[in-house]
């Protein structure tokens, strides 16, 4: 189905927003000064007036559909949707792809979280509208970094010179995979804070250390008085098998005596939903910032859509006036790569009918270009 398949690669291709490496310090700052924007009510208003976005969301959510939804609704645009893939054609055995050409025609945007790694790639490689990615299984999730990152910038002042705790699943959490891609380019520091079953991946550190200096601590007592922001994460028990999770044993809770050697002016943050990992106890101190930030979140999405509705969107670097190109056309061959499947389990390729791997060269090795697993 390569040839046959009619389809039209775009001419003037839209940009998305699926990974957070394609954004740089300058468009990241971009964005925080159009969230800011927002936040003081200018631009806002019905600007979107007559335009769709779709929420297509084939795993659970609460906060990122809904803020995506009141995010269009502030910009005058209406929405349309599913948020369980059982009430979709999914359920009957639809690909991503075809579902994705059917919407691209009811919606301007598109807004997608899916449960394998790559997902919203493959659909910026076909889509004739905007992609967002809103979660692609374990690997990204570039919006919920650009309000965590943009709520400390906002906070501090600056991102120079900070240094960055995470804790919990560091190995599945997608939101923390994001967020240190992000908070590295700005050369924060990093430290993540896990036993290693909940470790970063080897080939997501080994980016990181080429970026930022990187530490890890097996306890959090080690390092609390030294951190700017607490980025804690729930382990995310739905990625992982029944053996694995249960060899994690209890997760640890934070409670208001871890934060007794802090700064003041912690950041304590939390993507949510929260299960064990925060006693509701530490709700009550003045550095608990998780729930303060939602409204970071929702002016940053407003900002989002904005940009790509607008095709206004801050460029990655080195795009000068032009628009990105689209996501690596030709959307289904990749010569290098016949023939080779990619290692990781949960990458699209293999959730996927008739996608094959594409790889792209970094750093003198090859990496599947839609979940950054690495090639051997
Ligand atoms: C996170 C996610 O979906 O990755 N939630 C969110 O989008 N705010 C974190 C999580 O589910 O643990």
Known sequence: ??????????????????????????AMLEYFARAESFRAGSGAGPKHS??????????????????FESAALRLGAQTLGFSDPAASSAAKGETLIDTIRTVE?????????????????LAAQVASVPIVNAGDGGHEHPTQTLFDLYTIHRQRGSLDGLTLGLTGDLKYGRTVHSLALAAAAFGVTLIFIAPAPLQVPDHLRGRLEEMTVV????????????????????????????????????????????????????LVLHPLPRVTE??????????????????D???????????????????????????????????????????????????????????????????????CAYCDWRVE
């Open 1 to 26: 189905m390569t040839e046959s398949r009619e389809h039209v690669e775009p001419t003037s291709p839209p940009p998305h927003l699926v990974r957070m490496d394609a954004l740089g310090r300058d």
């Open 50 to 67: 007559g335009r769709i976005v779709a929420t297509l969301f084939y795993e659970p959510s609460t906060r990122t559909r809904l803020s």
């Open 105 to 121: 025609r009811y919606a301007d945007l598109i807004v997608l979280r899916h449960p394998a790694e790559g997902a919203a790639r």
């Open 215 to 266: 530490r890890t601590a097996a306890a959090l007592d080690e390092v609390i008085g030294e951190l700017d922001a607490l980025y804690v994460t729930r382990v995310q028990t739905e990625r992982m098998d029944p053996a694995e999770a249960a060899a994690l044993g209890p997760p640890r809770s934070l409670g208001p005596e871890d934060l007794r050697k802090a700064k003041d002016d912690l």
């Open 278 to 295: 925060i006693d509701p106890a530490v709700d009550e101190d003045p550095r608990a910032w998780y729930f303060e930030q939602l409204a």
């Open 297 to 367: 979140g929702v002016v940053m999405r407003m900002a989002i859509l904005d940009g790509l509705l607008s095709g206004a969107a801050p460029l990655p670097p080195g795009a000068g006036a032009k628009r990105p190109a689209p996501e690596d056309p030709p959307w289904r061959e990749s010569p290098e790569a016949k023939g080779s499947s990619c290692a990781n389990p949960k990458c699209v390729t293999h959730r996927e009918r008739g996608v094959m791997m594409r790889t792209n060269a970094r750093g003198g090795a090859r990496w």
